[in-house]
């Protein structure tokens, strides 16, 4: 089992800017693919980011150009940074954790979530 600890996130003007950080342990199978996910309120679950071990990254299109997704695997960490925030992108963001295989589904480890409000 796969133990997540999520930091950052908060509230920010339309525009600003936000990093979120999540610390994993767990084997290194486990924590092949690092993601980001959000819900916002009656809304389903929905992929943000995902990197691999070895570096490759995929975004949402409604993200695409303004987040960044990023890892240390020695320190077994993944941060996003989010450019440009827009009101939409207010959710509940999640960090997972996952072996291979494809991001559309929700499976895998989960951090317990952070409150990110975009809002003038």
């Known amino acids: 089992q796969v133990q997540l600890v999520e930091s950052g996130g908060g509230l920010v003007q339309p525009g600003g800017s936000l990093r979120l950080s999540c610390a994993a342990s767990?084997?290194?199978?486990?924590?092949?693919?690092m993601g980001w996910y959000r819900q916002a309120p009656g809304k389903q679950r929905e992929l943000v980011a995902g990197?691999?071990?070895?570096?490759?990254?995929t975004y949402a299109d409604s993200v695409q150009g303004r987040f960044t997704i990023s890892r240390d695997n020695a320190k077994n960490t993944v941060t996003v940074q989010m450019n440009s925030l827009k009101p939409e992108d207010t959710a509940v963001y999640y960090c997972?954790?996952?072996?291979?295989?494809?991001?559309?589904?929700?499976?895998?480890?989960w951090g317990q979530g952070t409150q990110v409000t975009v809002s003038s």
């Open positions: 767990g084997s290194i199978l486990s924590t092949y693919i």
């Open positions: 997972n954790a996952r072996g291979p295989g494809t991001l559309a589904t929700m499976t895998g480890s």
């Open positions: 990197i691999t071990r070895s570096g490759r990254a």
